[in-house]
């Protein structure tokens, strides 16, 4: 046999059975991506004869004597493709780990194919951009900025420096390496809720060829953890061990299998004989909490940070300002409600996964798709007992984040393996491990009561939230405070009161999401304003322009907080109420719909702090290069939230150069310093800081030096064009570069950022909408968002962080949700089944800036990454609510869940 890959011949032969992406990626076409193993994401897009195919369904056998192009191969002769190119000038991507199967999608499409994109993209998932980009790129549009000068890069719409390498299939994700020595991991999962592991026979599973040990709770550090990684520690209860003999959901693992091959390690999975003692089990966090429940922790306490293990409460919290209860009494209208948000799948198209292997030098290397390295690295060292400099933890370009890679899912068992085999190992998870044992959104209960006075004032504000945080607390007590906190403390009222409990359940744990808790409270909060107004007579803006907190009003939710540093860096919310109402008036054409549509809008808006409380730290290094440019490291993550980019546009500007001339080195704990994680909208407003810092620094380190050859006055020497500066005097980043080189003194300089004081960012999103009474199919016929990032560090790049936040919203919205039955199974463990919006599901989302300077974040700028998605549910349901008069409480809005309402108040 032999195949035909990019116009080169390959004699290799596929194993029995393999497909063809397998094939493919072992040839060393790591463009080819894993994202399904079903068919449904398109990430392994490759051409067969000129057509798209999903290479991860095709049997490798089935492409001998056939032209086969992967991503690498399209541009010919090594040059750029016109549709690379254009991916490349419109920025069509975002993480980049879907990319190289859409370019070659789309590169296939003939010009009727290209008249109904919807139906032509459909086997192709973008989880990061909301496809707008992506279409920019089909239709020629270019949105970078050209010829930005020396010392002029922020707040430009600059390129992603890894742009050329992600159009080309050249970027490197945590998998695209070939490793020599390899072994792999599979774990078996638990098929029980809730058990007691009595015995686990290895002997069948050690007999598999191939097979090097078979790990559980025995070979495994006793020490409890949390998944869940934070800066501080104590915000997280420990309650897991990496392998336990008590199983409390199902798709927790029991044993991992280290093998020659995945197949012999799957192999093993299957003979692997477990004997287990069957424990009660709860799916419902209501019942969870009642008296007499069946205890899911019961030798936790509160030295593990475990509020009350007896009645399976992980965290809880209440407090009141004022008197509620007689405000409400008193108040002319009242509204009171219970809503319900339901579980979320991150489903970013890279799944958990890594790779272990001990050095030379004994040092525990550990490359994995994370978020927080530096913060899994002291966690290994921990449980290990290893000291820090014996541990490197780093990751390469990650395929997607959303909160899901806060966690330590995979590392740990890594390392075990890795140390226990002294060869290198490979663990990937399988897009339904990933559903069925990582984390979803925090499912929550949330009732509201709110009232107000006859002019509009808000009285009175009540939340009652039970949040169920699954099997186990990872992230259940700063979800749980932070969904109370920003979705009341933005309005300004005098009686306050929140009541909060977060549940242990036997079901897959949930954990940090993008929004961390806000976007389950403000359907409630915001769909309580709308009520009120409409009781009033009052419009939605003019409701919230009366009660909003404006600069110098506190911004307080009960119980009061022990951190008193968010402040206004800067105040855009009247500007992006004013925004959207304008937008929203806009000319446009009247909807061409039948009689049968109802038509309303509706909008919300959030506040969200812009960094986490408790301290996130970032360091931040950079030095002068020989030939005049920089080399700067960063502890930050790149996986789509475009840091990469904006580190490069702010130590750029600082140090009046171009980005082409600053040389970026991240997420890896070997370079040195600390970086707390890319979370929390952290990569910009802190790491960011820390860039500005070390650039300032060095900036004066440039000046000095060069007075000090000219014997001036360093107040007199300025950086411009690539030069230091002192009246008819310029040297050359290059010469002052020799000159330090020649004298021994090297030009470099650290930045640090503690994370405080912090800033608020604020988010108003508007929709108009179609109801079809009939059958309760919902049209978006517009939709607009206004945002207050403070000075706009990119804004292209920015603009697609919203639309990529609004397009992720609407998933959950409208169609995505993790089904469990009553058995705690997850019952739709992959992308068919769960309904991920594709190019056709999403409108486009016009995104508007408010005009503000933050007097904190670096260079004015602040935040801006998940706090677009948590205005999207609730302003979709007050436009339901606002074309339907019916008020729907439980997300997502899926025809099936409209119709029995609609069909009771409109007939059929």
């Known amino acids: 046999m032999s195949f035909e890959i990019n116009g080169t011949t390959f004699p290799q032969e596929p194993r029995a059975g393999q497909c063809l992406r397998t094939f493919l990626r072992e040839l060393g076409h790591f463009g080819v991506k894993k994202g399904c193993d079903a068919g449904d994401c398109g990430a392994c897009t490759v051409l067969l004869d000129g057509e798209p195919v999903h290479s991860c369904l095709i049997p490798a056998f089935r492409a001998e004597g056939r032209a086969v192009t992967t991503i690498e191969g399209l541009g010919g002769d090594g040059s750029a493709h016109p549709m690379q190119q254009a991916f490349l000038d419109a920025q069509g991507f975002q993480c980049g780990f879907c990319t190289a199967g859409m ?45 930005v000068g020396a010392g002029a890069a922020f707040g430009r719409s600059l390129p992603a420096p890894a742009g050329p390498e992600i159009v080309r299939g050249k970027a490197r994700y945590t998998f695209d390496a070939a490793i020599d020595d390899l072994l792999h991991i599979k774990l078996l999962r638990s098929p029980h809720a809730h058990a007691k592991i009595v015995a686990i026979d290895r002997s069948a ?12 709770h025995e070979d495994a550090p006793s020490v409890l953890i949390s998944t869940a990684r934070h800066e501080k520690d104590w915000m997280d209860p420990e309650d897991t061990r990496i392998l336990d003999d008590v199983v409390r959901f199902i798709g927790q693992k029991v044993a991992a299998v280290i093998a020659e091959s995945e197949a012999a390690a799957e192999e093993a999975c299957r003979r692997l004989k477990v004997e287990y003692k069957i424990l009660p089990a709860l799916v419902d966090p209501e019942q969870a909490m009642a008296p007499g429940a069946p205890v899911i922790h019961p030798d936790r306490t509160t030295e593990n940070r475990v509020a009350d293990a007896p009645r399976n409460l992980v965290a809880e919290t ?62 290994l060292s921990d449980i290990f007992k290893l000291p820090m400099d014996k541990v490197r933890v780093f990751c390469e370009r990650v395929g997607g984040g959303f909160g899901g890679k806060q966690e330590m899912f995979v590392e740990d068992i890594l390392a075990l393996a890795a140390l226990r085999t002294g060869r290198p190992v490979k663990l990937e998870l399988t897009r339904e491990e990933q559903f069925i044992a990582t984390s979803t959104r925090h499912p929550m209960r949330v009732h509201i009561k709110a009232g107000a006075d006859a002019d509009g004032k808000l009285t009175a504000l009540q939340l009652d939230v039970l949040s169920n945080t699954g099997a186990y607390g990872n992230h259940a007590g700063p979800v749980m405070f932070h969904a109370l906190s920003e979705s009341i403390s933005v309005y300004n009222c005098p009686n306050k009161k929140v009541d909060g409990a977060a549940v242990y359940t036997n079901t897959v744990p949930a954990g940090a999401f993008r929004g961390y808790g806000l976007p389950q409270t403000l359907i409630a909060v915001e769909a309580a304003i709308d009520e009120l107004a409409k009781q009033l007579g009052i419009s939605p803006y003019d409701m919230r322009r009366l009660n909003v907190v404006k600069p110098g009003d506190p911004m307080l939710s009960p119980p009061p907080s022990e951190y008193h540093d968010v402040l206004y860096g800067s105040y855009g919310l009247d500007q992006c109420l004013d925004l959207v109402e304008r937008a929203m008036l806009g000319d446009q054409p009247p ?86 994680g890319a979370y929390g909208s952290a990569g910009t407003f802190v790491a960011g800081k820390a860039t500005h810092a070390a650039a300032l620094q060095l900036a004066t380190e440039l ?20 030069t230091v500066v002192s009246g008819v005097r310029r040297m050359s980043f290059a ?18 950022s503690g994370g405080t004081p912090r800033s608020v ?28 990032a403070g000075v706009v560090a990119n804004p292209m790049q920015c603009r697609g962080q919203v639309e990529g936040g609004v397009a992720q919203a609407l998933g959950a919205a409208l169609y995505e949700e993790m089904v469990i039955d009553a058995d705690g199974r997850v019952t739709n463990p992959k992308f068919r089944d769960y309904h991920l919006p594709s190019f056709a599901d999403v409108p486009r989302t016009e995104v508007l800036f408010a005009e503000t300077s933050d007097t904190i974040g670096p260079l004015g700028a602040k935040s801006m990454s998940e706090s677009p998605y948590n205005p999207v549910t609730a302003a979709l349901g007050n436009a339901i609510a606002d074309a339907t008069g019916i008020r729907f409480t439980a997300p997502p809005f899926k025809p099936d869940r409209l119709f029995p309402a609609l069909r009771e108040k409109f007939g059929s």
């Open 103 to 147: 370019i070659l999608t789309c590169a296939s499409l003939n010009q009727a194919q290209r008249t109904d994109l919807g139906a032509a993209l459909k086997g192709n998932i973008c989880r990061c951009t909301g496809y707008r980009s992506i279409e920019d790129a089909l239709l020629g549009k270019n949105n970078v900025e050209e010829g």
């Open 205 to 216: 599973a050690l007999s598999v060829p191939g097979v090097h040990a078979v790990l559980t």
């Open 318 to 379: 209440h407090g009141e300002f004022g008197d509620v209860a007689a405000a409400l009494e008193k108040s002319a209208v009242t509204f009171e409600g219970t809503f319900h948000s339901h579980r979320v799948q991150h489903a970013a198209l890279e799944t958990h996964g890594g790779l272990a292997w001990l050095d030379e030098a004994g040092v525990l290397n550990v490359r994995t798709s994370t978020q927080v390295p530096f913060l899994t690295r002291r966690a």
């Open 591 to 676: 909807p061409d719909l039948s009689p049968e549509w109802l038509v309303g809008e509706g909008i919300a808006l959030t506040m969200i702090d812009t960094v986490p409380p408790a301290g996130h730290i970032a360091d931040a290094m950079i030095a002068l290069r020989d030939d005049g440019g920089f080399d700067l490291t960063v502890g930050t993550a790149e996986f789509g939230n475009g840091t990469s980019t904006v580190h490069r546009q702010i130590a750029a500007t600082m140090l009046a150069t171009t980005v082409d001339q600053i040389r970026l080195r991240q997420s890896d704990t070997a370079h040195g310093g600390h970086d707390t």
């Open 703 to 722: 000046k000095v030096a060069a007075a000090a050859a000219w014997l001036c006055d360093a107040g007199s020497c300025t950086l411009e064009g690539e």
């Open 735 to 752: 010469e002052l570069a020799k000159l330090a080189r020649e004298h021994g003194q090297p030009l470099a300089a650290s930045g640090n």
């Open 761 to 788: 960012g604020f988010n108003v999103q508007g929709f108009r909408v179609a109801v079809n009474k009939g059958t309760g199919e919902i049209k978006i016929l517009k939709s607009v968002q206004a945002a207050d």
